[in-house]
T-cell receptor, first 115, second 110 residues
Framework: GAGVSQSPSNKVTEKGKDVELRCDPISGHTALYWYRQSLGQGLEFLIYFQGNSAPDKSGLPSDRFSAERTGGSVSTLTIQRTQQEDSAVYLC?????????????FGSGTRLTVV | QKEVEQDPGPLSVPEGAIVSLNCTYSNSAFQYFMWYRQYSRKGPELLMYTYSSGNKEDGRFTAQVDKSSKYISLFIRDSQPSDSATYLCAMRDSNYQLIWGAGTKLIIKP
């Protein structure tokens, strides 16, 4: 597609449930990133993929968070046993490479609300 | 103390005014400095990036970097209501990691 696509755009879930967030990057972009944005906060890095591997997952806040990428394309971020503090906007971005300065393209995000 | 500090605002100015947005940082290893614009319920989009100290101009936008003071600015000339958005600064470290400011909400009043 022309841009980075994320689904769902909004998700309301009950505390303790698992959720899956999907990111479809720009075709040909080998680098993919997940960020979390809370109200009044900057973007918090979660994980970086190069192809299907994740050389940097240092930002995942706990073992309840996991992510995978298949076929060098679509990525899924999974949050298990959701907590209220997980409520935030989850943003995905892709770029031709990690070194590419001008190439980060973000999706519109998934707004997650845990009730 | 955060590595990148940015006043969250909101900053409200009349249409046509010159806007100045700023970030300070503490890590002298930051090499590249970026400004992103984020409209409500959208992802950030890159406006400009700079490498060295000095000014870089693109239309109504000017990015300024002062590495000696660890201070970066974004100036918007002839501001328009369509410029109303949140502006985020970001800086890249030697590990290609982007470190983000919290964003400044800008409101341009017609």
């Amino acid at each position: 597609g022309a841009g980075v696509s994320q689904s769902p755009s909004n998700k309301v879930t009950e505390k303790g449930k698992d959720v899956e967030l999907r990111c479809d990057p720009i075709s040909g972009h080998t680098a993919l990133y997940w960020y979390r944005q809370s109200l009044g906060q900057g973007l918090e890095f979660l994980i970086y993929f190069q192809g299907n591997s994740a050389p940097d997952k240092s930002g995942l806040p706990s073992d309840r968070f996991s992510a995978e990428r298949t076929g060098g394309s679509v990525s899924t971020l999974t949050i298990q046993r959701t907590q209220q503090e997980d409520s935030a906007v989850y943003l995905c971005a892709s770029s031709p490479s990690r070194q590419e300065l001008g190439g980060y393209t973000f999706g519109s995000g998934t707004r997650l609300t845990v009730v | 103390q955060k590595e990148v500090e940015q006043d969250p605002g909101p900053l409200s100015v009349p249409e046509g005014a010159i806007v100045s947005l700023n970030c300070t940082y503490s890590n002298s290893a930051f090499q590249y400095f970026m400004w992103y614009r984020q409209y409500s319920r959208k992802g950030p989009e890159l406006l400009m990036y700079t490498y060295s100290s000095g000014n870089k101009e693109d239309g109504r936008f000017t990015a300024q970097v002062d590495k000696s003071s660890k201070y970066i600015s974004l100036f918007i000339r002839d501001s328009q209501p369509s410029d109303s958005a949140t502006y985020l600064c970001a800086m890249r470290d030697s590990n290609y990691q982007l470190i983000w400011g919290a964003g400044t909400k800008l409101i341009i009043k017609p």
